[in-house]
């Protein structure tokens, strides 16, 4: 079963319903299934099954351009969401933040993180063969 990271409160069985309703129109119609997931997407922009599907359709419609462009943009939102908790506070909090990091070996000497989400480091890897292939 797919993680559906959400920003918002949303009704789970009606996203639920809507995404069941996507998967459908893609056995009949991929470019109607693909507007239907971009309006599942603007209501809830941190659905990552949704942009999964978007990704698989652009891939069997060989669209490998339009592909890219959604594994662009599905890492873009999730790093947004994933930034560093605490980026707004000071002082020692910070400080002992940065240690604790360091000192797990969750980011470099530098504060940049080397660990990746999940879906990020998945997409980036399908950005990766995608590039290749077209190559």
Do not use: C
Not at 10 to 28: C, G, S
Request: charged content about 35%; aromatic content about 8%.
């Amino acid at each position: 079963m797919k993680t559906t990271h959400l920003n918002k409160s949303p009704d789970k069985k009606k996203l639920h319903l809507w995404m069941q309703d996507a998967r459908q129109l893609e056995k009949d119609d991929k470019e109607k299934a693909i507007v239907e997931y971009k309006k599942i997407l603007s209501a809830y922009p941190l659905t990552e099954e949704a942009y999964d599907r978007i990704m698989v359709l652009f891939r069997q419609m060989k669209q490998f351009e339009e592909e890219v462009h959604w594994i662009d943009r599905a890492i873009r939102t999730f790093e947004k969401s994933f930034k560093q908790p605490g980026e707004h506070l000071k002082g020692k909090v910070v400080t002992l933040s940065r240690s604790i990091l360091r000192s797990t070996g969750l980011v470099d000497k530098k504060g940049k993180s080397l660990y990746q989400p999940a879906p990020i480091s998945r997409w980036q890897k399908r950005k990766e063969l995608l590039i290749k292939r077209q190559a």
